[in-house]
């Protein structure tokens, strides 16, 4: 059975970088067919798709956050990551790892982390 | 601002039948048949239960049901019951240049 799970620190300060991992077992990111997404929920609100990573390397980002984001892929790990900088308060949400289709049809979820931005 | 639109909220007694709307345009929902829907219960991560429109994953109830006319997808929860209470997302592949667009979520309250 496919398990995402991420990880990284809870708490970010303002204008600093978010780094989260999301560590895949149960099956390789380089098997092909899937890529590998991140999406995010602020407290109370709904699901924001980020950015998602082909186990090639080639990246997709959501356009209002190319500037400021980085995802790479780390096979030998089975691993891939997600790198936010110049954070603020509204970076402030759940962040999810997921696996999905070329249809987008996000199938496997990691359980999420809470990453607070707050000095 | 969500690229789809959902209800708010939507509400029914327990056995009744509901459906959620959700609102795209023609460069998503409306071009793709593509459109997928997930449950998320309070603290959990959201899961699948209905892709490219009308399927659904293996060990998702039957109550459970998509479909699509135009730029509008629909879930249909026949027979609701009480563990059917959560917030409810649509999402679709889109042109644009995201890959993916989500709805704002519906809750629903049993």
């Known amino acids: 059975q496919l398990q995402l799970q991420e990880s990284g620190p809870g708490l970010v300060k303002p204008s600093e970088t978010l780094s989260l991992t999301c560590t895949v077992s149960g099956d390789s990111i380089s098997s092909g067919s899937y890529y590998w997404g991140w999406i995010r929920q602020p407290p109370g609100k709904g699901l924001e798709w980020i950015g998602s990573?082909?186990?090639?390397?080639?990246?997709y980002y959501k356009p209002s956050l190319k500037s400021r984001l980085t995802i790479s892929v780390d096979t030998s790990e089975n691993q891939f990551s997600l790198r936010l900088n110049s954070v603020t308060a509204a970076d402030t949400a759940v962040y999810y790892c997921a696996r999905h289709l070329p249809t987008r049809t996000f199938e496997y979820w990691g359980q999420g982390t809470l990453v607070t931005v707050s000095s | 601002q969500s690229a789809l639109t959902q209800p708010a909220s939507v509400s029914g007694s327990p056995g009744q039948s509901i459906t959620i709307s959700c609102i795209g345009t023609s460069s998503d929902i409306g071009h793709y048949d593509y459109v997928s829907w997930y449950q998320q219960h309070p603290g959990k991560a959201p899961q699948l239960i209905i892709y490219?429109?009308?399927n659904r994953p293996s060990g998702v109830s039957n109550r459970f049901s998509g479909s699509k006319s135009g730029n509008t997808a629909s879930l249909t929860i026949s027979g609701i019951q009480a563990e059917d209470e959560a917030d409810y997302y649509c999402?679709?592949?889109?042109?644009?240049?995201?890959?993916?667009?989500f709805g704002g979520g519906t809750k629903l309250a049993v």
């Open positions: 990573i082909y186990y090639s390397g080639t990246t």
């Open positions: 490219h429109v009308v």
């Open positions: 999402s679709s592949y889109t042109s644009s240049s995201a890959l993916v667009v």
